[in-house]
């Protein structure tokens, strides 16, 4: 009986999970990063078509948009300028609702979307030069993530409905500490923070070719859009 309750109760506790759909995620600390070989990648299940769906890098007014974020007013620095994000292509989001539909409802709707924030603007000049602007999903753990060999990263995953957020923190091997830690622990907040997204065909706002003009004070909770695309909430974080 004794041995009947302690698997019981080791199985709860493998199954408990965050409220909000947040992955359980430890404190950063040096313990936290690994060799850019050794570190998690993105994780895709059964799901191999999704493989070919392709991701996109953003700029940053539009993942500060996403992550409901307010843009910054300093002069004297970039908002997250050492920060890059990786969002899903116009083509990724209608293939999924397309996959979705022809699997009759079997397919997967869930996109990914991958943030770097690295320890300096330096290593993020240097890893934007060997990284395409465009790249399918099922490339990105050897090219975004294994190709930086020089490199430490500690990762953080959440799940948010539709949408599943990685994000890597990144140093250079054999440092100490994280000189952008403030700016991992906003985003970090912001994205536990968000309200699970239920219709992901929202982000199809959000791409450069648009003209987007974030006007803040909005709530986390969502918003609407307009049809000249003048957002004064970000319109992508949908309540239950």
Request: charged share 20%; with cysteine; hydrophobic share 40%.
């Amino acid at each position: 009986m004794e041995d009947r309750e302690k698997k019981n109760n080791n199985k709860k506790q493998k199954h408990h999970h965050q409220p909000g759909g947040a992955t359980a995620n430890p404190p950063l600390s040096d313990f936290s990063f690994k060799p850019s070989a050794a570190v998690k990648g993105l994780r895709f299940g059964g799901q191999f078509v999704v493989k070919s769906f392709t991701i996109r890098r953003a700029w940053t007014i539009e993942f500060l948009q996403l992550l409901s974020l307010p843009p910054h007013h300093d002069s004297n620095r970039l908002p997250f300028n050492s920060t890059v994000a990786f969002l899903p292509t116009n083509f990724t989001i209608l293939a999924h609702h397309a996959w979705h539909t022809l699997t009759l409802g079997l397919g997967t709707k869930k996109s990914k979307v991958i943030l770097f924030v690295f320890a300096t603007e330096a290593l993020k000049v240097a890893a934007g030069r060997l990284w395409p602007v465009e790249i399918p999903l099922g490339e990105a753990n050897r090219r975004l993530i294994r190709g930086l060999s020089g490199c430490e990263m500690a990762r953080f995953k959440y799940r948010k409905g539709c949408l599943t957020f990685y994000i890597y923190a990144v140093r250079e091997k054999g440092c100490f500490g994280f000189s952008a830690a403030d700016d991992l622990n906003t985003i970090l907040q912001a994205v536990t923070a968000l309200n699970d997204f239920l219709d992901h065909t929202a982000m199809l706002a959000l791409p450069n070719q648009r003209n987007i003009s974030y006007g803040g004070g909005g709530g986390r909770g969502g918003g609407s859009s307009s049809s000249n695309n003048n957002f004064t909430t970000p319109p992508v974080a949908v309540v239950h």
